[in-house]
């Protein structure tokens, strides 16, 4: 068996036409140099254990030298002989180099299905802002010192920006553990660095939300929102539009999407309820409706004929977040509150009004996974109506009360 080196390697011809010969090393048993018809010359380790056959092939010649073959040979022949595969070794070298921004892609790939469009761009701006220049960092070598001194620079212009960067990084590295593996199928990731936040008790106290309006503030308010047509002069319909949307959510309690993408399909005239079908828990949502909302959908069922209840500025497409009109609102009466705020002032005045745990849990479509008995309860519309009125008719009381 002949010693590899650089003049016996240029010197083997071309293997015959669909065939491929093989020169062995007697310094490395196990390495040879395999040449194919093409005259293409490459190194190839073979090892033989408990009856079965590996070979691999670990580069090309001259790119590779000898003493580079030998070197790598050696380190797979021993991998082979201790039991451990060299093409599993080499996706643990990889799993070791992962990135965070990698882990993210397929965090979102495998989650994809499960998760809403604007979730996911939530994700990735978040990132973008927060964590981008971590997107080529391998996850192995973000510390926890790392993320704790990461945490208090984001705090120190956005503490709740801070705790939400934290719980999807969180969520990335548990990911990462549950999902990658080694050879003998245990955890490739052991540890989540975000845990530091919580043995050093430093993640941001997150305060009550402030954008629950006090029912004193319900007729000023209002007031403001009846007279968004004339705040808003350039496109007035719109501003109608966006008057009955806010005007419906806090009588409704719907998330902004839910109620924006209403469509006439949603809306039963003749039973007075709406379902809908696509919602943040994937369970329809069906609710009764008071005399109070009829009129409003009524009213604007005769003025479209837009798929949409609350139509955009083009009749076939449903109305935008309305944060301009919103500002106006908030300077106009001087009052601060949100989209979201308006369905929490409705949750707070079901609580208010002692609404049992049933009627508020179906009136927001609340989920508890916790609660099993949410599996076998079929909700029954009709014992919304009296709470949905009771709220309904508490509203209405606090606009026209102050107006006197």
Known sequence: MPNLNIKLINSLPNASKGKRD????DKVKGLSIRVT??????????????????????GRYPEMTIEQARQKAQVLLSLLSAGISPKHKEQEVALKRITLGEVLSDYIRTRGTNLKENTIKGYLSVFNQYLGDWSTKPISEITRNMVEERHREITA???????????????????????????????????NPVTRLSH???????????????????????????????????????????????????????????????????????????????????????LPLTSFLMDILNRRKS?????????????????????????????????????????????????????????LKRLLNHKDARDVTNRYVVTDVERLREPMQRITDHFLEHIQQEKV
């Open 22 to 25: 093989v020169c062995h090393d």
């Open 200 to 286: 050093v008790k430093c993640w941001n106290r997150e305060g009550t939300k402030k954008d629950v309006m006090k029912t004193y503030d319900l007729q000023k308010w209002h007031q403001a929102v009846q007279d968004l047509p004339n705040l808003n002069t350039k496109t007035p319909n719109q501003s109608e539009t966006v008057r009955d949307l806010l005007i419906f959510i806090l009588f409704t309690g719907l998330r902004r999407r839910e109620a924006t993408s209403l469509e006439w399909d949603n809306i039963d005239f003749k039973d007075k309820s709406l379902t809908i079908h696509i919602t943040k828990n994937y369970e329809s949502h069906t």
């Open 157 to 191: 212009t956005s503490p709740s920006r801070a705790n939400t960067t934290m719980r999807h990084l969180r969520a990335y590295f548990n990911y990462a553990m549950g999902e990658y593996e080694d050879s003998n199928g245990a955890p490739f990731f052991a540890h």
């Open 37 to 58: 018809d093409k005259g293409v010359k490459s190194f190839i380790v073979r090892k033989k254990k408990d009856g079965k056959d590996t070979l691999s092939t670990i």
């Open 303 to 359: 003025q479209t004929n837009s798929l949409f209840v609350f139509e955009g500025v083009s009749s076939d497409k449903p109305i935008n977040d309305p944060k301009k009109q919103v500002t106006k609102v908030r300077e106009s009466c001087g009052i601060y509150f949100t989209i979201h705020g308006l369905r929490r002032t409705f949750a707070t005045a079901a609580d208010r009004l002692d609404m049992s745990q049933y009627a």
